[in-house]
């Protein structure tokens, strides 16, 4: 079964601060995704990777840097951590493309900027 | 921009009963799937639909293309079946992001 693991499962950040969430897959899928959850939001992306070295804008990246320093790894950065960011945040791997791609979602990761 | 309606918003069930959740949206679609969301958060795709009629296991999907809506039926619904349901749908000329939805809120009761 396709694995995809979150660090850490909870995080609490003051505001200004930085954080790192990092997401680890070990299904050889070269698509990665990082989405946030919110009340009232369905998922919304903020940054995907085709591969290592590459990372792509999603729909809300502002605030947002992403790497993938491999195939496996794929983090999100917040550098100025602000109490808007606070979320639950989802790390997914695809294995293909289109119609055609299958999610595989890590646990999520409850982060409160206070 | 692609927007995704998901109706209803929550339903609560009698074990064994059968449930019709569904999905509209906005703007033709060439990817269509459907998640479940566990009450622990966790999430799992169903199926892959974007047209025609799909089965897996007790599910059924049916999407209409030019209608722009899916249903996703579930059979002799479970308590285990207890947790939301997601529709997505791609990017207006961009299939490699989803747009979701809000998803249904199922509750199975015993």
């Not at chain 1, 794929?74 to 294995?95: H, K, M, N, R, W």
């Not at chain 2, 199926?47 to 293309?65: A, D, E, F, I, Y």
Request: with cysteine; hydrophobic share 30%.
């Amino acid at each position: 079964e396709a694995a995809v693991t979150q660090s850490p499962r909870n995080k609490v950040a003051v505001t200004g601060g930085k954080v790192t969430l990092s997401c680890n897959q070990t299904n050889n899928h070269n698509n990665m995704y990082w989405y946030r959850q919110d009340t009232g939001h369905g998922l919304r992306l903020i940054h995907y990777s085709y591969g290592a070295g590459s990372t792509e804008k999603g729909d809300i990246p502002d605030g947002y840097k992403a790497s993938r320093p491999s195939q496996e790894n794929f983090s999100l950065i917040l550098e100025l951590a602000t109490p808007s960011q606070t979320s639950v945040y989802f790390c997914a791997s695809g294995d293909g493309w289109g119609s055609n791609e299958r999610l595989f979602f890590g646990h999520g990761t409850k982060l409160s900027v206070l | 921009g692609q927007q995704v309606q998901q109706s209803p918003a929550s339903l609560v069930l009698q074990e064994g009963e059968n449930a019709e959740l569904q999905c509209n949206f906005s703007s033709t679609a060439t990817q269509l799937q459907w998640f479940y969301q566990s009450p622990g958060g966790s999430l799992v795709s169903l199926l892959s639909n974007p047209s025609g009629t799909k089965h897996t296991g007790r599910l059924t999907s049916t999407t209409v293309t030019k209608e722009r809506r899916s249903s996703l039926h579930i059979s002799s619904s479970q308590t285990t079946d207890s947790g939301t349901y997601l529709c997505a749908i791609d990017h207006v000329g961009d299939n490699s992001k989803l747009i979701w939805g809000l998803g249904t809120s199922l509750v199975v009761n015993p």
